[in-house]
């Protein structure tokens, strides 16, 4: 789940300029480096709206500023109306909650173009993954979406197994560090076997034991398009889980990455 390879831009004003003139030279933005709080944020959405060339965005919290709801929230509204961009990276705390991560969700049943959502460790919660989940039933544009370290608990992990059955193009999703725990578990080894789509799930440190693993194999003996799927750091399998799982790998011809 490697980012695009993306140069910064001399200074925030000048990528905001750059943006507004709609240069064609400028098509990847890293804004690790500036401070970008939720004015800036604004301020750049606004040079999003009508840009027909910049292809990815790059926010990562490095204690000069954070985008907020209110940031995200001025970045939903411009990817309903742009066109190009399709790797939006809100990364490392920008202080997205519910409330940001909602805005970004109605944009996706709009926006056409986005193909990668990732908003590692920003709180989101329950309420944000849900309304992430609504949307993604309808989206048919985005194929990636990293919600590690996202706060997200097993009624989160419900909302989006609820909506993988409908989606047709999601390949890859990160749940990295979330307590998802084997409820939360259960229920997305129970959608596996009405999806299609999805080849790469990440649920390393989810905190989940043997009900989850067991559930788990019995849908890897049913899904056939899941290649890469890893687990690590879920120290409670136990035993009894991780012989299930090695059972399973016996009927299914498809995985070929278990970590």
């Known amino acids: 789940m490697a980012l695009p390879a993306s140069s910064p831009a001399a200074s925030f004003d000048e990528a905001v300029l750059r943006l507004a ?5 400028l098509t990847n933005l ?32 490095r204690e000069k500023g954070r985008i907020g709801d209110e940031g995200a929230t001025a970045l939903a ?14 990364l490392g705390w920008n202080g997205i909650g519910a409330a940001g991560a909602t805005a970004l969700a109605a944009a996706l049943q709009h926006n056409t173009a986005l193909t990668r959502l990732d908003l590692f460790n920003n709180e989101i919660g329950t309420e944000g993954t849900t309304a992430i989940a609504n949307a993604l039933r309808h989206n048919e544009t985005v194929t990636e ?40 578990v259960t229920a997305l080894a129970d959608a596996l076997r009405g999806n299609a789509a999805l080849n790469r ?25 899941l290649r890469h799927l890893t687990l690590l750091g879920n120290d409670v399998i136990g035993s009894d889980g ?16 278990l970590q």
């Open 21 to 25: 003139r709609n240069d064609p030279s």
């Open 30 to 61: 890293n804004l690790s480096d500036e401070h970008v709080g939720p004015e800036e944020a604004s301020a750049l959405a606004a040079a999003l709206r009508t840009n027909t060339y910049l292809s990815t965005i790059i926010f990562s919290y």
């Open 77 to 90: 509204a411009a990817l309903r109306h742009n066109s190009s961009l399709t790797v939006l990276a809100l």
């Open 145 to 184: 979406v990293n919600l590690a370290s996202c706060n997200i608990a097993a009624q989160g992990a419900m909302a989006l197994a609820s909506a993988l059955p409908d989606n047709v193009t999601l390949e890859v999703l990160c749940l990295d560090g979330n307590p998802i725990a084997d409820e939360g």
């Open 201 to 225: 799930l990440n649920m390393n440190y989810i905190n989940f034991g043997g009900e989850g693993a067991k559930a788990l194999a019995d849908a890897l003996g049913e899904n056939t398009t």
């Open 242 to 257: 991780v012989a299930a799982i090695a059972a399973a790998l016996c009927s299914n011809s498809t995985l070929i990455d």
